[in-house]
Every structure is written in C-alpha cells, then in structure tokens.
C-alpha cells in the first residue's frame, strides 16, 4: 500500500518555472514505477510523465518534452516534477500516480496539486 501526497504547486507567470513533490509512504516505494498526470478544466486527466523504479527509465509527453523533468530519491520516498518555461496550456490539476509494474495500471493516486500559469 502506497499513499502519495503532491505538494508545490501555485501560481506563476508564463516562461517561469515550479517544481512539483510527490511524498511517498510505505516501504516499497522503490519497487514502484511512478508518474505525474495532470487535468485541465473540461479535460481529461493525461500522462505528462513517467520514471521507472530505479529512476534510469523516464518518458514524457510530447507536449513537456524538453521542459519538464521527472527524478525521484528513493531514498527519501520522493517523486519531483521540475517545469520549466511554463505555458498558460499547462494550466492543470498536477496528480502523482504509481503503480506496481511497467505494463500495470496506476494503482495509487495522489490528490492533487494546482498549477496555474498566467499569461
């Protein structure tokens, strides 16, 4: 059993930056394979992230690649989501997800941090 607990979200201005924390419970957190998902207003939730258990491994949508980065210290059960030259479009709830496996479905959900970027 994993509880996740999102924190750093806010307001910020188009082009600065935040960085995102994900605050992990449980002693088999470094077996998980962990993410940020995040959802617009209208929108369904979508995947901006991904890094496997050992931290080698992250994927990134499209839409973040080359501006978000995904890490995490297994050490302190933590998953972080640093954004950079944040767009207005980025303007979502920011969830951190895990899950047992590369190929499961997410298992453990956060509750969510606001991220609000204005123009």
């Known amino acids: 059993q994993v509880q996740l607990v999102e924190s750093g979200g806010g307001l910020v201005q188009a082009g600065g930056s935040l960085r995102l924390s994900c605050a992990a419970s449980?002693?088999?957190?470094?077996?998980?394979?962990m993410g940020w998902f995040r959802q617009a207003p209208g929108k369904e939730r979508a995947f901006v992230a991904r890094?496997?258990?050992?931290?080698?491994?992250?994927d990134y949508a499209d839409s973040v690649k080359g501006r978000f980065t995904i890490s995490r210290d297994n050490a302190k059960n933590m998953v972080y989501l640093q954004m950079n030259s944040l767009r207005p479009e980025d303007t979502a709830i920011y969830y951190c997800?895990?899950?047992?496996?590369?190929?499961?479905?997410?298992?453990?959900w956060g509750q969510g941090t606001q991220v609000t970027v204005s123009s």
């Open positions: 890094i496997s258990s050992s931290g080698l491994s992250t």
């Open positions: 449980g002693r088999t957190f470094s077996s998980y394979f």
């Open positions: 997800a895990g899950r047992v496996g590369p190929a499961a479905e997410v298992g453990y």
